[in-house]
């Protein structure tokens, strides 16, 4: 968890910010997010290959650009680890294994 806190603070934070609430209209909230709560998968392609256009979370629709953030495996399942348990969220640990698997 210190590790993926680490990595959001650095790649996540300016957009999503610091209690992944994101900011209404502009960027969308990771936090209790229903777009990649039962699919994952999701998340790791939005890191790796970014994201653009329309995109619908928690029934907001959002328009904009993420571009792809350059992590490891490692990282990214530190920071989706991060991620998907903070703010009240819990989800099982992913490890690389499972983030090459989504690749």
């Given at each position: 968890?210190?590790?993926?806190?680490?990595?959001?603070?650095?790649e996540c934070?300016?957009?999503?910010?610091?209690?992944?609430?994101?900011?209404?209209?502009?960027?969308?909230?990771?936090?209790?997010?229903?777009?990649?709560?039962?699919?994952?998968?999701?998340?790791?392609?939005?890191?790796?290959?970014?994201?653009?256009?329309?995109?619908?979370?928690?029934?907001?629709?959002?328009?904009?650009?993420?571009?792809?953030?350059?992590l490891s495996?490692?990282?990214?399942?530190?920071?989706?680890?991060?991620?998907?348990?903070s703010w009240?969220?819990?989800?099982?640990?992913?490890?690389?294994?499972?983030?090459?698997?989504?690749?």
């Amino acid at each position: 968890m210190s590790r993926g806190k680490q990595i959001y603070q650095n790649e996540c934070m300016v957009c999503h910010m610091e209690n992944g609430e994101g900011i209404s209209g502009a960027f969308p909230p990771l936090a209790n997010s229903d777009y990649f709560k039962n699919d994952v998968s999701k998340a790791v392609d939005a890191i790796l290959n970014g994201l653009e256009g329309e995109l619908v979370v928690n029934d907001v629709t959002y328009f904009g650009i993420m571009d792809p953030v350059p992590l490891s495996d490692q990282e990214i399942a530190d920071v989706l680890n991060y991620i998907r348990n903070s703010w009240g969220g819990t989800a099982e640990e992913l490890n690389v294994a499972d983030i090459q698997k989504m690749k």
